[in-house]
């Protein structure tokens, strides 16, 4: 019986262990650049070159080809080698096993064999012990078993990692901000406009914003941390002195302090967030969760605070700000289902839209809840940083509406470009610009004046640099 085990198990390493040929799997001429992938069946690996380039990529991370190079790999070609390579991969794993997955399968052939072999133990029975099974050495080199090590450790982070989400492709570090103003009253200090006047904002409404954000870029998703501030402001005045006329009493209003500042309201919220992203199979459908620490205060908070400053050093308008408000914190829950479509595609441009929808519940109440819809449209433009194509240029247009608890609505909507500098095929600047119509609930509370004498809110204008490592 035991020879018969042996056997057994000789047959099955035997079959397991069938490989199929190496070979080139793809080939291609392109800007009289060599593009190819090969297969390698003795390291059970591919091999995607380009130029004088190479990339090394175990079987089960075959993905990674698509992820890394997808700006490389032409669009007439790009569907069908990824159904080709998504084939070729599934048919080498039932085909061609591993020396762990040779050496399982022997044992535990081995362990059902020895079962059946033992008598059971009971009284009409007596237990008499199972033959010992001869013991199996699997022996390997150091080196062979730090691959195998590499190999399983890259797996566990794959399949598992953050929430899922494969191997860290990138870090992103980015600093934004919006003003009413253009290029946050620069243009007015060296006086070339005119406060107030045309493409100048005059601080009602939402008058300032910023944002800093650290993100950590996987396979399949995102996760980001980061610090927002946004303000808003209307002027306001004050109870002066009371005059007597005809036997009546009368209150004046003051709207200037002893300093001859203007008085005015302003509202700081200011938040800290933690966004994870998490793209769901295959067909580019994501899920977005938001967790949010928020504070809303009217006489403190990084808007207020940055607002102040900026004034005094540009020599603009001043503000003595009035208190209007309670200060209120509590936490948020934001949740985004959406999906990417691709418009067009060539070689050297991308165009995608994305349709989302999401749901927000605060505990500062219906005025912080919502359900929202959003569209935006981007194009991006490809260029050559070495042997990869990189996004040089994108140009992104949105739009979202929201629906609060309360009733009130609120839009937002704009168009924004971006600038991408490649310092070497890793490493990336970029600056961002925009402009855009925020007529959100507390931009409309807080620009009444703005809208009944222009007919609509200031425009804002955002400005922003960031930085990007592709690993």
Not at 253 to 267: I, S, T
Not at 412 to 439: C, H, P, Q, S, W
């Amino acid at each position: 019986m035991k020879r018969l085990v042996l056997v057994f198990l000789f047959i099955s390493q035997f079959a397991l262990s069938a490989e199929s040929e190496s070979g080139f799997l793809y080939r291609t001429v392109r800007n009289n650049t060599k593009v190819s992938l090969f297969y390698d069946a003795r390291l059970d690996e591919y091999t995607y070159k380009r130029g004088s380039r190479s990339y090394r990529y175990p079987r089960f991370r075959y993905k990674d080809i698509f992820t890394k190079h997808m700006f490389e790999i032409p669009d007439a070609d790009f569907e069908e080698l990824k159904d080709i390579l998504r084939k070729h991969a599934s048919t080498q794993r039932s085909s061609k096993a591993t020396p762990e997955e040779i050496l399982g399968s022997g044992l535990k052939m081995l362990d059902q064999a020895q079962d059946i072999i033992s008598p059971a133990d009971s009284p009409c029975h007596p237990y008499q012990g199972a033959p010992k099974a001869q013991r199996i050495v699997y022996s390997q080199t150091k080196e062979q078993a730090k691959r195998e090590d590499d190999l399983v450790l890259d797996t566990a982070l794959a399949d598992e990692g953050f929430f899922k989400m494969g191997k860290l492709t990138g870090t992103k570090l980015e600093l934004m901000s919006c003003n009413d103003n253009p290029l946050h009253g620069a243009l007015g200090a060296a006086g070339m406009t005119e406060f107030g006047e045309g493409i100048e904002g005059d601080d009602r409404g939402k008058t300032f914003c910023i944002k800093g954000d650290a993100t950590l870029e996987f396979e399949k998703g995102s996760i980001s941390f980061r610090r927002t501030s946004d303000g808003y402001g209307r002027l306001t005045s004050k109870p002066g002195k009371v005059y007597y006329y005809g036997g009546r009493a009368y209150q004046s209003e003051v709207y200037r302090d002893e300093n001859g500042k203007r008085y005015q309201e302003f509202l700081s919220i200011d938040g800290y967030e933690l966004e994870i992203v998490r793209k769901l199979g295959e067909n580019d459908t994501y899920v977005k969760v938001i967790g949010r620490y928020k504070t809303m205060d009217d006489t403190s908070g990084l808007s207020k605070s940055l607002q102040e400053s900026w004034h005094e050093n540009m020599g603009a308008v001043e503000y003595a700000y009035v208190d209007h408000m309670d200060k209120k914190s509590g936490f948020e829950g934001y949740i985004e289902l959406g999906r990417d479509f691709e418009v067009y595609s060539s070689d050297d441009i991308k165009v995608t839209a994305t349709p989302s929808a999401g749901i927000q519940g605060s505990q500062l109440g219906e005025t912080e809840s919502f359900v929202s819809v959003a569209g935006e449209v981007k194009a991006v433009f490809l260029d050559d940083v070495g042997d990869k194509k990189f996004p040089s240029w994108e140009a992104r247009a949105y739009i979202k509406r929201k629906q609060y608890l309360d009733s009130e609505d609120g839009t937002l909507k704009g168009v924004e470009i971006t600038k991408r500098f490649a310092y070497d095929e890793n490493n990336f600047i970029y600056l961002k610009a925009g402009i855009g119509e925020d007529e959100d609930r507390w931009s409309k509370s807080f620009g009444g004046e703005e809208m009944r004498r222009n007919g609509s809110l200031d425009f804002q204008h955002t400005l922003g640099i960031g930085f990007e490592h592709k690993f």
